[in-house]
């Protein structure tokens, strides 16, 4: 299986910061990497699909790079909307995988 | 709209079994893959599987196997997820969610279902 890791874990930062969340794959999976936006109690919420691509109605301070095994989320700069977790997910290989996700939390 | 729309919270005890729904509208259940995604509290999101909406044919992640069914009811466009035998340990929100046609990513997703277990 592919593993998937995420980093930080946390991250405390202010409105109108840029914030960076890094996911790694254990092996090259192209460009096969999905993030996913999660706030409590909800289902997550699809941000970005093959990398870089942004799915129709997400706001475009957020954007997506990297290919092979490195990957970068960022939020260019941060609403009150965008404190929530988000996840990366694969889709070079079943099973799919997920990282095990970034908090983001208002400093 | 396209939207996934999942039964209820389900309270169980041990050894019970449970069958979660995941209703598509806004489009034909046939068009795109359903795959189902299992969170325990406080936990990441685990794949649980996928079942192909054409050919009703499941596949299983491994720790899947065995008490775990993925089925259809095309008539009223709605996918199933049924549980058997359950343990505490199967206490999560399992959330079912659309695929893209290469089964590559996930949107939308249902809302969750929690499935408590417990005596």
């Known amino acids: 299986d592919i593993q998937m890791t995420q980093s930080p874990s946390s991250l405390s930062a202010s409105v109108g910061d840029r914030v960076t969340i890094t996911c790694r794959a254990s092996?090259?999976?192209?460009?096969?990497l999905n993030w996913y936006q999660q706030k409590p109690g909800k289902a997550p919420k699809l941000l970005i699909y093959?990398?870089?691509s942004l799915q129709s109605g997400v706001p475009s301070r957020i954007s997506g790079s990297g290919s092979g095994t490195d990957f970068t989320l960022t939020i260019s700069s941060l609403q009150p909307e965008d404190f929530a977790t988000y996840f990366c997910?694969?889709?070079?290989?079943?099973?799919?995988?997920f990282g095990q996700g970034t908090k983001l939390e208002i400093k | 709209q396209v939207q996934l729309v999942q039964s209820g919270s389900e309270l169980k005890k041990p050894g019970a079994s449970v069958k979660v729904s995941c209703k598509a509208s806004?489009?034909?259940?046939?068009?795109?893959?359903i795959n189902w995604v299992r969170q325990a509290p406080g936990q990441g999101l685990e794949w649980m599987g996928w079942?192909?909406?054409?050919?009703?044919?499941?596949t299983y992640a491994q720790g899947f196997t065995g008490r775990f069914v993925f089925s259809l009811d095309t008539s009223v466009s709605t996918a199933y997820l049924q549980i058997s035998s359950l343990k505490a340990e199967d206490t999560a929100v399992y959330y079912c969610?659309?695929?893209?046609?290469?089964?590559?990513?996930?949107?939308?997703w249902g809302q969750g279902t929690l499935v408590t277990v417990s005596s």
């Open positions: 997910q694969q889709s070079y290989s079943t099973p799919r995988t």
């Open positions: 079942i192909n909406t054409n050919t009703g044919n499941p």
């Open positions: 092996q090259s999976i192209s460009t096969y």
């Open positions: 093959a990398a870089s």
């Open positions: 969610a659309r695929a893209d046609w290469l089964g590559a990513w996930f949107d939308p």
């Open positions: 806004g489009y034909s259940l046939t068009s795109y893959p």
